[in-house]
């Protein structure tokens, strides 16, 4: 039995209450801010206690910034990421645990290192791809000689063009790819027994069923805290949709949108519309987590156990 000091105790509860101050005041500044007048939030020091210009700022900053539709087009996104992520990290895990073939050690290590290698330094040639998917193909069937072949048989030059930007389908897609949920997932499923898969395969489940069917509802759990992880990071990118969309009216993201809120009037920007922007912005993946919590706690638990 550990025996308790009060010393360590107050130094531990001391520890906690000022990184509680570290993460929440910036919150709390925003929120002071996005209620403040011009005026107000332009003041050395900033007042720390709010004022009544809230619903007035917020209103303005979803006027100004059409935040309306950016909202939907990065909730759009979010979700189209966060069910890609899972659905293909499940599926990547589950064939690196129990399909036995020789490449499967090299096929995730090859996945592992990718997490080393941040999305800024992927970021031009997975534009490159997404500004011509089937460009690898077309290098193909040029390098073959295919190409030369079909249109000297049949006349018909090939050219082979999917261009990826300013759509769901550019914003989605790059992302999708996750070598942090295969991880997870392959950690998971790693402390499956080797005797449930057997008894399944005795019972005549066939390997998708043994997915479906066993494998899910045993990681469900894990499978909602990944998917909270997956879903907030997807909401807060912003490299990524600045440079895949020029259609911006159509296609800009909220996150990418806040930027637009923080014109200059009489030279000071007006940082109250801003931080009642981002109030806005930040409302969705804390409701998210929030709501959450519970089997995104449970989730990491169970996963460490």
């Not at 550990?2 to 010393?7: G, L």
């Not at 996104?77 to 659905?87: F, R, Y």
């Not at 499956?192 to 005795?202: G, N, Q, T, V």
């Not at 066993?214 to 997807?234: C, D, E, Y």
């Amino acid at each position: 039995m550990i025996e308790r000091s009060p010393y360590f105790d107050a130094f531990t509860y001391a520890v906690m209450i000022i990184g509680l101050g570290l993460v929440i005041f910036p919150f709390w500044v925003v929120i002071v801010a996005g209620s403040q007048s011009l005026q107000e939030v332009s003041r050395v020091p900033i007042s720390l206690w709010p004022s009544d210009q809230l619903w007035a700022n917020l209103t303005e900053a979803c006027d100004r910034g059409g935040l309306g539709a950016k909202m939907l087009n990065s909730m759009i996104v979010s979700v189209g990421v966060t069910i890609g992520k899972i659905t293909l990290a499940a599926m990547s895990a589950f064939a690196i645990v129990f399909f036995n073939f020789r490449a499967r050690m090299i096929c995730f290590w090859l996945i592992f290192i990718t997490l080393m290698l941040p999305l800024e330094v992927r970021i031009v040639p997975t534009y490159a791809i997404a500004a011509n998917a089937l460009l690898p193909f077309q290098t193909i069937l040029d390098v073959t000689g295919l190409s030369w072949l079909i249109q000297a048989v049949s006349g018909v030059q090939v050219s082979l063009n999917w261009n990826l930007l300013n759509s769901y389908t550019g914003l989605i897609l790059p992302l999708v790819a996750t070598a942090t949920g295969t991880f997870l997932y392959r950690q998971f499923f790693m402390t499956i027994p080797d005797e449930l898969a057997e008894a399944s395969k005795m019972d005549g489940a066939r390997a998708m069923e043994f997915f479906w069917d066993v494998l899910i509802p045993l990681s469900r759990t894990n499978m909602l805290a990944l998917a909270t992880i997956m879903f907030v990071s997807s909401w807060n990118q912003y490299l990524w949709p600045l440079l895949i969309t020029t259609d911006r009216e159509n296609f800009g993201t909220a996150v990418m949108q806040l930027r637009f809120l923080i014109p200059t009037m009489n030279g000071t920007p007006d940082w109250n519309v801003t931080m009642a922007g981002a109030l806005i912005i930040m409302l969705p993946p804390l409701l998210v987590v929030a709501f959450m919590q519970r089997w995104f706690v449970r989730g990491l638990i169970s996963r460490d156990k």
